[in-house]
């Protein structure tokens, strides 16, 4: 049904390569996948409206990585034209800042009905969901963020010109504010690249540059083809700089393409095992190690938020929601990083040193041995690791009052106890 409805209903989608096609199916399902679809005024949501307004929302975005456009969580269908109490007025489209895209289904359809009118409600209001994405902390993309302020630049000089109406190019909608020129554009942008090439070629080179791709190269799936830096004007006293051109047409490494294509099932595997390994072994750890509570769980979350660094890393190559990342960061990455640290801490000794305790008194609890010493300073962990090896090393209380230990510093600082003797 997928293939077949986009065929039939997006034009975009047909000139894609099988492959193409394929990669254009799989984002637009996760897309649909990752929003909330409800019917409004008695509207029954069907499949074929959240496959069309999905494939709408990634043939915006397909030549960007980051897709989803996080921030927009729920997408409203109305029948037809809505009024909004809020704005008291009424809307055929309304993307708001709270993450909300309403329009209504009639013209959506319409948009798509003539696709060279430069008329297109659903591409106009995804616009404006992709810019307000960027102004969120999250998930937004790198490379859209970074190249839009200097789209806006280039378009600022066309956009007074609209106003001045020296161009005739764009409907007049689009001098209501720079965030409306920009939806006008890419509707104009999709729908008559060609013109838009012809009439307007800097702002036209840049937004290409800006969404990674160029509807008017259909034959090699609309990637942008590489341009010099002087084709933009110097009448518009911006022009792209050698480090903006390599960033986008760069090759990727080995690395980064294994990144993309296996960094989910990584960080998966990561998480597992410092859930189901890493756990268990940090209790072994901390019953060798002498080494507060309190300590251990700053370390805990100070290995987190190293994870938590990697978040700008990890978006541009890895399709994962930013709950799942804090996931990986904490249990899976920051886990198996306090394991590695203890873990080699306590078999790489860097010096061996010896001390005599006085023991106050030996208990029995549930757990086993509590080993009291008599105070010189704070020495809960000392405690409790004596604790831990009276319990492996002896069968009954010894009634000795000294005890005489044998640590071992590791590579990282912290003292394991090697050896016990009862004086």
């Not at 012809?198 to 800006?210: G, I, S």
């Not at 160029?214 to 084709?231: L, M, T, V």
Request: aromatic share 14%; proline share 2%.
């Amino acid at each position: 049904m997928l293939h077949n409805l986009l065929k039939q209903k997006n034009s975009y989608y047909s000139n894609l390569s099988p492959q193409g096609q394929a990669r254009f199916q799989e984002r637009a399902l996760n897309f649909m996948k990752s929003k909330n679809f409800n019917g409004r005024e008695g509207l029954v949501v069907t499949d074929e409206m959240r496959i069309l307004i999905s494939a709408t929302a990634v043939q915006l975005t397909f030549g960007l990585r980051n897709y989803l456009i996080f921030n927009l969580n729920s997408i409203n269908i109305f029948p037809h034209v809505f009024y909004s109490k809020f704005f008291q007025k009424s809307f055929k489209g309304l993307t708001t800042q709270a993450g909300i895209l309403s329009l209504s289904w009639n013209d959506f359809r319409e948009g798509f009905m003539n696709e060279h009118d430069r008329l297109n409600l659903g591409l106009h209001e995804l616009a404006h969901a992709l810019h307000i994405d960027i102004d969120k902390e999250g998930n937004y993309d790198s490379h859209f963020r970074i190249h839009f302020q200097k789209w806006k630049e280039i378009a600022c000089k066309d956009f007074l010109k609209l106003k001045e109406n020296e161009i005739g190019f764009f409907r007049n909608y689009g001098t209501t504010n720079i965030h409306e020129f920009f939806a006008v554009c890419i509707e104009h942008f999709f729908e008559s690249p060609i013109e838009f090439k012809a009439k307007l070629p800097d702002l036209y080179r840049y937004t290409t540059l800006l969404l990674n791709q160029d509807p008017g190269n259909s034959e090699e799936d609309y990637r942008i083809k590489k341009f010099n830096a002087n084709q933009i004007s110097m009448d518009n006293s911006l022009v792209i700089s050698e480090s903006d051109d390599k960033t986008v047409f760069m090759e990727e490494n080995k690395l980064q393409k294994f990144i993309r294509s296996k960094g989910i099932y990584a960080a998966m595997i990561t998480t597992t095992i410092g859930l189901f390994i890493g756990i268990p072994l940090l209790f072994w750890l901390v019953s060798v190690t002498v080494i507060s509570i309190g300590l251990i769980i700053i370390l805990i979350f100070g290995c987190g938020i190293l994870g938590l660094i990697q978040w700008k890393f990890v978006k541009e190559y890895i399709d994962m929601e930013y709950h799942q990342f804090t996931m990986y960061a904490f249990s899976g990455f920051g886990m198996c990083l306090i394991n590695f640290i203890l873990f080699l801490n306590y078999i790489v000794p860097v010096n061996t040193y010896i001390e005599t305790y006085n023991i106050s008194r030996i208990g029995i609890s549930h757990n086993g041995y509590d080993v009291i010493l008599e105070k010189e300073g704070n020495n809960n962990a000392l405690e409790r690791n004596l604790g831990v090896y009276f319990n492996d090393h002896f069968t009954s209380a010894p009634a000795s009052k000294k005890i005489t230990v044998t640590f071992d510093t590791g590579l990282f600082g912290f003292d394991n106890i090697q050896d016990c003797k009862i004086d």
